[in-house]
């Protein structure tokens, strides 16, 4: 091997070198459904946004609407605003990006067929499970809150009476003599 092959530079991994805090930041919500852009994919697996369509385009069978969807025109407005994408006569995209759910992103490392893409892909599935750990938690820890908020309420009540009794316990009854001596003071001698 001669001196400049070993000293060459060896392409930087981008697409991992974060992976799951960076891929969750790729993951959106559009129609009830978490997905991926296409464009976010492409940049994961290292290859063109246009070959990574141009491969799901020849296997469409394999991508049912609940896997892949084109997003409309009201949808990218919205992703525009989020990720600040250029407008389509300024150098941005012709045609609405396609996402893929967490079932599209499993079934593109079939069709991608490389290495790459079976890494990306594990990495992939690891954030949406993560996000997915993450909402259940939510849920739950939203659950309880509700339930210490009742109960507490009950609480307050209960403890608002108890309160309420000891000050009448402590109020002087009017009615009542009151009970004692009465001192003297020395003046009064």
């Known amino acids: ?29 559009i129609r ?45 407005e919205i992703l525009r605003f989020q990720f600040e994408t250029s407008n389509k006569g300024r150098g941005g995209r012709r045609y609405f990006p396609y996402v893929f759910t ?12 490389s290495k790459r893409a079976v890494h990306v892909n594990i990495a992939i599935m690891r954030a949406f499970v993560r996000l997915r750990e993450l909402l259940a938690t939510n849920k739950d820890l939203a659950a309880k809150i509700d339930v210490l908020e009742k109960k507490y309420e009950e609480h307050d009540a209960t403890i608002q009476q108890v309160f309420e009794a000891i000050r009448k316990l402590m109020a002087p009854d009017p009615r009542r003599r009151q009970i004692g001596f009465i001192g003297r003071t020395p003046d009064a001698e």
């Open 1 to 29: 091997m001669s001196s400049q092959n070993r000293h060459a530079k060896k392409p930087r991994d981008r697409g991992l070198a974060a992976a799951p805090q960076s891929i969750e930041r790729r993951i959106y919500l």
């Open 102 to 113: 967490e079932q599209g992103v499993a079934m593109l490392s079939s069709v991608l067929r």
């Open 32 to 76: 009830g459904h978490r997905v991926m852009l296409d464009s976010d994919l492409a940049v994961l697996y290292q290859v063109p946004t246009k070959s990574l369509n141009l491969a799901v385009r020849r296997n469409l069978d394999r991508f049912p609407e609940d896997f892949m969807f084109q997003v409309s025109q009201e949808e990218m």
